[in-house]
């Protein structure tokens, strides 16, 4: 029988309550929480580096230490220089290791692979092994579906490498924002009958999550099996600790897990988050794209003037794949495993005709990036245009030339970013990247209204992917992630008029914008050399 937590007492869940209620008391607990986090990891890193310089500086043995720093530094730089990876993420930190190699080199140890732990990545290999197996025998080998001519190599490539099928029966539907698409989360929610599970970055109290956890409960309590992933740094300034066990003691059928616990130490595995948005009711639809659940993803809310993103409902046997995706995190990492017979999948084959739906995700262990190698294959077979939602834009080599190779050859390569930033250095980042962009006839809008979160990219008006893959390194690389990739359907043709719509509320960036003089450029090469860590 699988270990059961402690429950949370009736004085530490009125404690949740209170706090949570309470706003003003409930964000200065939170703030504190941060900042907290924030100035123990500091501690380390001063006194890490105090140490090091007084023993390096200071010490009869500084002269053999300074040595061994020096080798330490050109082994680093070497493995790099043979590494195969991104020219300019390598140029990045080769320049940080030779200026500041006392810094540099554990910097790299701890930030330059970007891969989970090794005792992460084997809980995760290990519970994707059980679920393939569970599902070969709840519904047999997935038959490898006749890919399309123009689809054919990237079908094959999430089919083969990634794990997941393509679907040729279901349903799509796209909307263009976050409060349009929660009232049928809402609706489908109250349809439940057996089980629903959510996978968030972000849960945030307010009237969204407020209207979603009155749902939740009514359905405990009709039996029906709750299930809860929400990523620690993700809340850590939207939700107190522990609430997940207090999520639990409302219901025996409410499970909760928050994933990759924040603790106050310097550590790789912090850098590895769940930024997956999955909404799964019945096995019969499953609810994605950038919404998380917090009140500016339906309008509630003006934090950044507008907040725009996308979402997608999906509806039929490609619903699996979002079983799949939730439950390898799942049973990784809680000691209650699950089994998947518990939670089906409707399998009868309904909806348009010749439609193709694609779920998959984007895990850190991967030795390449599913996510970048979906969109590099989008862009370099386009044909008339690509249009592109994204909230950064911190490209790396690949994706930056693809972009301009694209452009240069007369495809229409269109690209939204906020007008409105959530984070001035990331913005001031994005803003960086247009001028190499725009002189190779790449078009840059800037979404006047406010902010746009979403993560779209529509190819020809044919195929499209919806999800939440940003396009900087962080999320596609450090990141575990999901997206769908589909064509032959109405979802492209709502994307496209989308498109249009939000071409027109945005401002087309001239060649010249933003201007930056001497020390502003420089400002921006120093930026570049730490924007694999933002």
């Known amino acids: 029988m699988a270990k059961k937590r402690k429950p949370l007492n009736e004085r530490q869940k009125k404690w949740i309550e209170r706090t949570v209620k309470r706003n003003r008391s409930y964000k200065a607990l939170l703030y504190n929480r941060f900042f907290l ?47 195969n990876d991104r020219p300019s993420v390598k140029l990045n930190w080769i320049l940080l290791i030779l200026v500041f190699p006392v810094f540099g080199v554990p910097a790299y140890l701890m930030y330059g692979e970007g891969r989970p732990t090794r005792s992460m990545n084997q809980k995760i290999l290990q519970a994707k092994g059980d679920n393939a197996r569970q599902l070969q025998e709840l519904y047999g080998e997935p038959k490898l579906k006749e890919p399309e001519k123009r ?14 099928p393509v679907y040729t029966s279901g349903e799509l539907s796209y909307y263009k924002s976050g409060e349009e698409m929660f009232p049928f989360m809402l609706e489908e929610m109250k349809k439940a009958e057996k089980y629903i599970l959510l996978e968030y970055f972000i849960i945030d109290h307010g009237k969204m999550w407020e209207e979603m956890l009155k749902v939740l409960l009514e359905k405990a309590s009709q039996g029906v099996q709750i299930r809860i992933i929400y990523d620690d740094f993700g809340c850590m300034m939207t939700l107190p600790p522990n609430y997940e066990r207090y999520l639990e003691s409302l219901h025996e059928n409410i499970r909760c897990m928050t994933f990759n616990t924040i603790v106050p130490l310097f550590a790789v595995r912090m850098n590895n988050r769940d930024h997956k948005k999955i909404l799964v009711v019945d096995g019969k639809v499953a609810f ?24 997608l409902c999906v509806r039929g046997e490609a619903v699996r794949s979002f079983v799949q995706m939730f439950f390898y995190m799942w049973n990784a990492f809680r000691d209650d495993k699950e089994e998947l017979k518990d939670f089906p999948v409707i399998t009868e084959k309904t909806g348009e005709e010749g439609i193709r739906i694609q779920p998959y995700d984007d895990s850190p262990f991967d030795k390449i990036s599913v996510g970048e190698a979906v969109y590099l294959d989008m862009i370099h077979r386009s044909v008339k245009y690509v249009w592109i939602f994204t909230p950064y834009l911190l490209l790396d080599d690949s994706l930056r030339q693809a972009l301009c190779q ?67 390194y962080r999320s596609l690389y450090f990141h575990f992630e999901n997206a769908v990739y589909f064509s032959n359907c109405k979802a492209v043709d709502a994307l496209k008029r989308d498109c249009e719509e939000t071409f027109a509320l945005s401002k087309l960036c001239s060649p010249d914008y933003p201007k930056r003089g001497f020390f502003g450029r420089l400002i921006d090469s120093v930026l570049r050399v730490f924007e694999t860590w933002l």
């Open 37 to 83: 986090y924030l100035i123990l990891v500091l501690l380390q890193l001063a006194f890490s580096f105090f140490w090091v310089c007084m023993f390096v500086y200071n010490s009869k043995w500084g002269i053999i230490a300074q040595a061994v720093i020096s080798v330490c530094a050109v082994i680093t730089v070497l493995y790099l220089i043979n590494k």
């Open 151 to 164: 689809n054919e190599a990237i079908e094959l490539y999430l089919s083969k490498h990634a794990d997941y």
């Open 288 to 311: 994605t794209g950038g919404i998380n659940i917090a009140d500016e993803y339906i309008a509630e809310k003006r934090r950044y003037g507008y907040w725009k993103d996308t979402g």
């Open 406 to 472: 694209a452009a240069a050859r007369g495809v229409d390569v269109r690209i939204v970013t906020p007008g409105i930033p959530d984070k001035k250095m990331v913005y001031r980042l994005t803003r960086a990247n247009y001028a190499i962009l725009m002189e190779a006839g790449v078009k840059i809008y800037e979404y006047t209204p406010g902010f746009i979160h979403a993560k779209s990219m529509l190819c020809d008006g044919e195929s499209a992917v919806v999800g939440t893959i940003n396009l900087d």
